[in-house]
């Protein structure tokens, strides 16, 4: 019987999914296209709105977003920044280093372009002074603003699947006074291809006809 066992063990083995692994590709020493020419863009929203005015005249508020707020993009922005068009922008002319701090009271925005080799699910973990917007290739992820300090802890998101190929995370800074601070990481988890693979199948197959004939010899023996 513990050959038996043994066989099933090898079974269960062949089925189980590919190892995964989790890889950070975003942190705060990952180069960047960087945009420092936005300016205090607080009056692109109003009173009241995501973007409060300068040395906190508009109050401190603390907001978090699941919608995109759909913010009138200056021309500083470029033509079309999230769909990768920076025509006529206040754009780095290639990937530059992210700064933790930038002149407070304005906004700025990055935009990390990687690429996936696999499929993968995303964990991104941010920390802000004051604020932040997230975008994924276009499509909006998430906003906050709060008080003052930035923590690694502060916000985060899961992204169950984003397909291999090259993709683009697009980050709009803002802050309304004291101080600015930007601390970030993305981890990459790939994801197995198919569960369970022809190659398994094949495996579970053979050990089946094993198992088999162990049975046949121990019903002899017995
Ligand atoms: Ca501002
Ligand atoms: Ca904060
Ligand atoms: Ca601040």
Known sequence: MKSIKNLLGLCVLALLPLQVSATIIIDNTTLGLYNNGLGDLAALDGPGGFLPAANVSEGDPTIYLNTDPLLPFTAAFGADWLAG??????????????????????????????????????????????????????????????????????YDFDLAFLGAGNHALQILRTDHGGASGYVISVDAVSLPTSVPEPAGLMLFAISLL?????????????
């Not at 304005?106 to 690429?115: K, L, R, W």
């Not at 094993?210 to 017995?222: E, I, T």
Request: aromatic fraction near 10%.
């Open 210 to 222: 094993g198992l088999g004939f162990v049975r046949k010899l121990n019903s002899k023996r017995a």
């Open 85 to 154: 068009d920076y025509t006529g922008g206040t754009w780095s002319a290639g990937p530059v280093a992210i700064p933790a701090g930038w002149a407070i009271n304005s906004e700025t925005a990055i935009v990390y372009n990687f690429n996936l080799a696999l499929a993968s699910s995303l964990h991104i973990d941010v920390g802000v002074d004051n604020g932040v917007l997230v975008w994924l290739n276009g499509n909006f992820l998430f906003g906050a603003t709060a008080p003052g300090g930035a923590n690694i802890n502060e």
